[in-house]
């Protein structure tokens, strides 16, 4: 079974399409994206920790989180709606990144189950640009690079 | 495993990227670079191996001294961006499935 996630992106579309394969009954796959605590854990990173402000797993429901780092400082803030809803099947939500210029963007997650103990996501996400969605593609990678240049910084203060 | 999935995991790693922003200014010798650092020397050697066989950096040799500096062509492949985007997905998704198998009950 591929179980790597794969990224199709076509040259001049304002959509991307990300799939992935899970060793998991979908129910569970679907439980990571609607229980705060267990999306808080998979959201965090060494660099970040996630906190579920608001999900309001349901149709018409509001969703919220913040990623601080370890002094506490907002680094990355969403919120959205959720607009379509249905248990083990899909999640239609509108995802906006706060203090950014980026437009409100749609995601469209379908959650399907292959075996009783493997499912796939589907993940659609339609961008107001094509810009904006090459530029939503660039962020890891200068986040990284930021990121390594504020632990270089962090490295030579304490030379000093 | 080709080259390109191993300038990747180069890359991945926050001391890596701390030392090809290093030598992106300037062409530097080992010993310069691994001053920079908290780390043991060997570990910064062991790090300056992986971004040269990854050729993210290149050697030269200077009279007795070996000059690290940046490979800009390479590091423009991995400008090509929807790699590390996947890769932050994957990395997501990797730890998802190890927290929710652990919420299986055992057969």
């Known amino acids: 079974m591929e179980k790597k996630t794969k990224i199709t992106a076509e040259e001049g579309k304002q959509d991307l399409v990300i799939t992935r394969e899970f060793d998991l009954p979908v129910a569970l796959l679907f439980k990571a994206h609607v229980e705060a605590e267990i999306f808080e854990e998979w959201m965090s990173h060494e660099y970040g920790t996630t906190k579920v402000k608001k999900l309001e797993a349901r149709r018409h429901g509001s969703w919220r989180f913040e990623t601080t780092d370890a002094q506490g400082n907002m680094l990355f803030g969403a919120n959205g709606v959720i607009h379509e809803f249905v248990e083990n099947q899909k999640i239609t939500r509108t995802f906006e990144m706060e203090n950014t210029p980026f437009p409100v963007q749609i995601e469209y997650l379908e959650f399907e189950q292959l075996t009783e103990d493997t499912c796939r996501l589907k993940m659609q996400i339609v961008y107001k640009s094509v810009e904006y969605r090459d530029q939503h593609l660039k962020m890891p990678f200068e986040y990284g690079m930021n990121m390594a240049h504020n632990r270089l910084q962090d490295v030579l203060s304490k030379l000093k | ?107």
């Open chain 2, 1 to 107: 495993m080709n080259l390109r999935r191993d300038v990747f995991q180069a890359i991945a790693d926050p001391t890596r990227r701390a030392i090809l922003l290093l030598v992106a200014s300037q062409a530097m010798t080992a010993g310069a670079i691994a001053a920079n650092f908290d780390t043991a020397r060997p570990t910064v050697s062991k790090h300056l191996q992986i971004l040269t066989e990854c050729e993210l950096l290149g050697q030269e040799q200077n009279g007795r001294e070996i000059y690290y500096h940046l490979n800009p062509q390479k590091m423009k492949e991995i400008a090509d961006f929807i790699e590390p985007f996947r890769k932050m997905w994957d990395d997501r998704f990797n730890k998802l499935e190890s927290i929710m198998k652990k919420y299986k009950p055992k057969k």
